[in-house]
């Protein structure tokens, strides 16, 4: 499921068959990233989708205490970041830096996901 959710071409139409076979949604990979943290983090935004309707954590945590928005966020992944906070994502979560997913989309020179975020109510 991991291998598909971070795949190039994005293959939800894989994720939702896995899913439906049972594949484990949660299931955790290198740097304890989720099929949702590597769906985020590779700008698959129908992934992400496919993954929320099947209830993933959507505040999981990896290894580094970052959550899926933070990923997408520091990646610049506009479209997912908008998914996610759609899905209830939080804004100011932090991460083991103290970086909220805000400070990792401005240190990145994102500004079309710093703008998403902070009309989402992300802390200035």
Known sequence: LAAAAADKEGHEAVVQVLLAAGANKEARANKQFTPLHLAAAEGRAAVV?????????????????????????????????????????????????????????AYEGHAAVVQVLLAAGADK
Do not use: K, M
């Open 49 to 105: 989708q496919v993954l929320l309707a099947a209830v993933a954590d959507i505040e999981v945590r990896d290894h580094q205490q970052s959550t899926p928005l933070h990923l997408a966020a520091y990646q610049g992944h506009e479209a997912v970041v908008q998914v996610l906070l759609a899905a209830g994502a939080d804004t100011e979560v932090r991460n083991v830096h103290q970086r909220t997913p805000l400070h990792l989309a």
